[in-house]
T-cell receptor, first 113, second 119 residues
Framework: DAKTTQPPSMDCAEGRAANLPCNHS???????VYWYRQIHSQGPQYIIH???NNETNEMASLIITEDRKSSTLILPHATLRDTAVYYCIVRGRFTSGTYKYIFGTGTRLKVLA | GAVVSQHPSRVICKSGTSVKIECRSLDFQATTMFWYRQFPKQSLMLMAT?????????EQGVEKDKFLINHASLTLSTLTVTSAHPEDSSFYIC???????????????FGPGTRLTVL
């Protein structure tokens, strides 16, 4: 299974960009990188995913390095509501006809007023 | 789109009773659903993979007789915690994969979670 490594916590000033890094050095060529966030006592919320090209949607941007061994999630203008635990996931092993997610410990982002 | 619901959101039960948790995909069909549990200040841990019309696949260390999973339709999977004990108290979260989307990825959409407290 591809593993991911994220810093345990980060702070970001409100209104500034939040850049959350993730290392996935054992990623395989066809494995996507997914980002989710979990606000306290809620289920994870899908943010974005990518394979090798940079991706952007209404929530965030995803920058994947050329060798695909790391990526960065960018929240362009962080708000207090972005305070959450952010998980970087690389698709895990294939069993029962589907791939599984293996959750790491994530990064606890705190947006400061 | 891609909304997953869970019911109930919170349940308190006595030790020895059974509790059923429902997971529904509201606007898509999900041939595969997943069940996770999460203890306070910890990450999500996959318990089992549920495929519609077949038996669930449990992760190592998860007791299949204690955590019964049924995926009888393309929009509903249930998790029953049998003979619950206080150590089963946890946050249970389901997710579903939307096979209807054209892109070939494995994006999962998560429910809001069910907090189980066993007294």
């Amino acid at each position: 299974d591809a593993k991911t490594t994220q810093p345990p916590s980060m702070d970001c000033a409100e209104g500034r960009a939040a850049n959350l890094p993730c290392n996935h050095s054992t990623i395989s060529g066809n494995e996507y990188v997914y980002w989710y966030r979990q606000i306290h006592s809620q289920g994870p919320q899908y943010i974005i995913h990518g394979l090798k090209n940079n991706e952007t949607n209404e929530m965030a941007s995803l920058i994947i390095t050329e060798d695909r061994k790391s990526s960065t999630l960018i929240l362009p203008h962080a708000t207090l509501r972005d305070t959450a635990v952010y998980y970087c996931i690389v698709r895990g092993r294939f069993t029962s006809g589907t791939y599984k997610y293996i959750f790491g410990t994530g990064t606890r982002l705190k947006v400061l007023a | 789109g891609a909304v997953v619901s869970q019911h109930p959101s919170r349940v308190i039960c006595k030790s020895g009773t059974s509790v059923k948790i429902e997971c529904r995909s509201l606007d898509f069909q999900a041939t595969t659903m997943f069940w996770y549990r999460q203890f306070p200040k910890q990450s999500l841990m996959l318990m089992a993979t549920s495929n519609e019309g077949s038996k669930a696949t449990y992760e190592q260390g998860v007791e299949k007789d204690k955590f019964l999973i049924n995926h009888a339709s393309l929009t509903l999977s249930t998790l029953t915690v049998t003979s619950a004990h206080p150590e089963d108290s946890s946050f249970y979260i389901c997710s579903a994969r939307d096979y209807g989307r054209t892109e070939v990825t494995d994006t999962q959409y998560f429910g809001p979670g069910t907090r189980l407290t066993v007294l």
